[in-house]
């Protein structure tokens, strides 16, 4: 049984997305080679700073549009909900089959307008889920970037498109290195999604309720109010599972935007004033765009980036990178969702308290920067994270697509 129906997912995605800058054919190879290269030389500059090392070497980054955004996220999500379909399908009361067929339509066309939102905003994105290849292999995860938006956001920012580029590569290159360098921790996200999905109360009244709570949501939001629709429609026993996720993706971000701003200033001349930039842009947008930034939850991941990088910056200035690589021996040593807000009680736990300096005495490294209040991917989720946009004067700043069923592209 098909939940959503994906191929309608894409033809509306595509069709709404708002079209890109204007840019020449020579200034779309420019910026597609010069993003290949420098997501190269970030990953480098991202493995020395993190010590986090992995045997495979990375694949060179896809530079994709953003239909090839919205493209390559459908498939994400094909196999991101494929337990919930299967239950769906294989659970003993099955909708009629015109239940069936309606509603995966309409969640369809929801799923592609969401998508067309994002497709103009996401700068970069690591995949990390992907469907299997030719040979049944699973792949690792893929690193994107949105050529589109990256030149749209520099030009709309006036920031030097070089510094402002390899900028984005560092917060990006530093999802690849850590889902590479780390083999349990994409597995680790993997399963604690299927048991969220997996937790949901399918039947049809406590479907309805969750769809009257999730009406109720967009009025509160479009009042001025912080709700949004994940929080609406998820089951108890999925907030459990929710505060887990939301620990090590915050963790995950945060590090993110951490490195990138810790390596910048080394490597990225014009860093403050792109930062600053980039924090003015955000906070811009109409009434309208803020709404939609709420209720699909990017407000939220906003300061996920906020509070991931004061919990790293706080520890690494207390135990140093070695301490705090300890965050990747296992499950187990990830923080919780309160040991975010309290890195002391990570360092108890995990490191002991020795490395914890005295109540009086500054810890010895600790950085005196601003550290990272914002980031560039608006990733998700690592299934996804970033902002850019597309050039119709050119057929798409975009690989073409890949031999197979996987159409491919993003940040």
């Not at 191929?7 to 995605?13: I, K, S």
Request: proline share 8%; glycine share 8%; charged share 25%.
């Amino acid at each position: 049984m098909q939940v959503i129906d994906w191929d309608l997912a894409v033809t509306t995605g595509t069709r709404l997305v708002r079209s890109g800058p204007q840019v020449s054919r020579e200034e779309a190879r420019q910026a597609v080679t010069e993003l290949r290269t420098l997501s190269r030389e970030a990953e480098g500059h991202v493995r020395e700073f993190t010590k986090i090392h992995a045997e495979a070497a990375p694949q060179p980054a896809t530079i994709v549009d953003r239909p090839g955004w919205i493209r390559a996220n459908v498939e994400g999500f094909r196999v991101v909900l494929e337990p919930l379909t299967q239950r769906v399908g294989d659970g003993a009361n099955p909708p009629p089959p015109i239940v069936a067929a309606v509603g995966s339509r309409i969640t369809g066309v929801e799923v592609g307008a969401v998508l067309a939102f994002l497709a103009s905003r996401v700068l970069g994105q690591y995949e990390l889920f992907l469907p299997p290849d030719p040979a049944g292999r699973e792949p690792t995860g893929r690193l994107t970037l949105v050529a589109p938006n990256i030149v749209h956001a520099e030009r709309e920012m006036n920031v030097d498109p070089h510094d402002f580029r390899l900028w984005v590569c560092l917060h990006e290159e530093t999802h690849r290195v850590q889902f590479t360098g780390v083999p349990w921790l994409r597995e680790y996200i993997r399963s604690q999604m299927t048991e969220f999905l997996l937790a949901s109360d399918l039947d049809l009244t406590t479907l309805l309720e969750r769809l009257r709570s999730a009406a109720d949501t967009v009025a509160e939001v479009v009042r001025g109010g912080d709700g949004n629709l994940i929080d609406a429609i998820q089951t108890p026993a999925q907030k459990a599972i929710l505060d887990r996720l939301t620990a090590v993706m915050t963790l995950v971000e945060g590090h993110g935007d951490y490195v990138m701003d810790a390596v910048g200033p080394s490597v990225v001349p014009s860093v403050a004033d792109i930062r600053a930039k980039f924090a003015a842009r955000r906070e811009s947008g109409s009434r309208l765009d803020r709404t939609v930034r709420r209720l699909l939850g990017i407000e939220l991941k906003m300061k996920q980036y906020a509070e991931g990088s004061a919990f790293v910056r706080t520890v690494v200035g207390k135990a140093g990178m070695d301490g705090f690589n300890q965050v990747w021996t296992s499950p187990e040593t990830l923080p919780t969702i309160a040991e975010i807000s309290d890195p002391d009680a990570w360092i108890r736990r995990v490191i002991g308290s020795s490395a914890l300096p005295a109540a009086d005495t500054p810890a010895a490294g600790s950085p005196t920067g601003s550290g990272s209040t914002d980031s560039t991917a608006t990733d998700s989720t690592v299934i996804g994270s970033g902002a850019a946009d597309s050039a119709p004067t050119d057929p798409s700043p975009a690989d073409p697509p890949p031999a197979g069923p996987r159409p491919a592209d993003q940040t």
